[in-house]
């Protein structure tokens, strides 16, 4: 099973009010494990960056004028994350940004049925205890100390450990490997023979009894000798 962890960040809380995405990263997982393949993609958002938003990523206008707007990155997007289920923390945030972006070039949305929201999850597993991806990661004992400021890419990463913990741990099954499927129309395999193959004698031969019976004489009271003596 293929689903795609995804996390962006953006230049405020309300694309309603013209906030944009600046950044995209995300991460592939198979049977909920990272395969190493991975999407990141810094976005021009074509307006300025609010203060309080740059002191959350840390990006800046000049720097993200260097790199390509969305209508210039969504094929590639849309081509990595393809038809699987998204993985998002605070899934509602991410969707209403990728959404927007999307109906300004008039693309279809994704659904929000595509998307498995982590917070969610948390809340279900953890009543009433903090949800956040930082509060997840000290739960779950994740290394966050790379996360100095929010980066699409690296909470992506962090984001599919803490997945696999809510999930209930790297071993999701009792299955060491996923099982092939195998094709309805295949037949079934004909038992297979064992091969026969004569008994095997357990009896001592004559020239076996004799050797026992050497040894035998050669230990002082041995117990054999004395129960010949008792027959």
């Given at each position: 099973?293929?689903?795609?962890?995804?996390?962006?960040?953006?230049?405020?809380?309300?694309?309603?009010?013209?906030?944009?995405?600046?950044?995209?990263?995300?991460?592939?997982?198979?049977?909920?494990?990272?395969?190493?393949?991975?999407?990141?993609?810094?976005?021009?958002?074509?307006?300025?960056?609010?203060?309080?938003?740059?002191?959350?990523?840390?990006?800046?206008?000049?720097?993200?004028?260097?790199?390509?707007?969305?209508?210039?990155?969504?094929?590639?997007?849309?081509?990595?994350?393809?038809?699987?289920?998204?993985?998002?923390?605070?899934?509602?945030?991410?969707?209403?940004?990728?959404?927007?972006?999307?109906?300004?070039?008039?693309?279809?949305?994704?659904?929000?049925?595509?998307?498995?929201?982590?917070?969610?999850?948390?809340?279900?597993?953890?009543?009433?205890?903090?949800?956040?991806?930082?509060?997840?990661?000290?739960?779950?004992?994740?290394?966050?100390?790379?996360?100095?400021?929010?980066?699409?890419?690296?909470?992506?990463?962090?984001?599919?450990?803490?997945?696999?913990?809510?999930?209930?741990?790297?071993?999701?099954?009792?299955?060491?490997?996923?099982?092939?499927?195998?094709?309805?129309a295949t037949p079934a395999a004909a038992p297979r023979r064992r091969a026969v193959r004569p008994p095997r004698p357990h009896a001592p031969t004559p020239e076996e009894?004799?050797?026992?019976?050497?040894?035998?004489?050669?230990?002082?009271?041995?117990?054999?000798?004395?129960?010949?003596?008792?027959?």
């Amino acid at each position: 099973m293929r689903e795609v962890v995804l996390d962006t960040e953006t230049t405020g809380l309300e694309p309603e009010k013209g906030h944009r995405i600046v950044e995209i990263g995300a991460v592939e997982l198979w049977n909920h494990v990272p395969t190493g393949r991975t999407y990141h993609q810094y976005i021009n958002p074509e307006r300025d960056m609010p203060a309080e938003a740059a002191r959350v990523h840390g990006l800046t206008s000049e720097f993200l004028a260097r790199h390509p707007i969305f209508a210039e990155i969504v094929d590639d997007f849309l081509a990595f994350i393809g038809e699987d289920p998204l993985v998002i923390h605070n899934a509602a945030f991410d969707l209403a940004f990728l959404n927007a972006e999307l109906a300004r070039l008039g693309r279809p949305p994704i659904p929000p049925a595509r998307a498995i929201d982590t917070l969610e999850l948390a809340r279900a597993r953890f009543p009433g205890q903090p949800a956040s991806l930082d509060a997840l990661c000290r739960r779950f004992g994740i290394d966050a100390s790379a996360r100095t400021l929010h980066g699409a890419l690296l909470d992506s990463q962090l984001l599919a450990e803490v997945y696999l913990h809510l999930l209930g741990g790297r071993q999701t099954s009792l299955a060491l490997e996923p099982l092939a499927a195998t094709p309805a129309a295949t037949p079934a395999a004909a038992p297979r023979r064992r091969a026969v193959r004569p008994p095997r004698p357990h009896a001592p031969t004559p020239e076996e009894c004799a050797a026992h019976a050497r040894f035998i004489a050669t230990i002082p009271g041995a117990l054999w000798l004395e129960e010949e003596a008792g027959d």
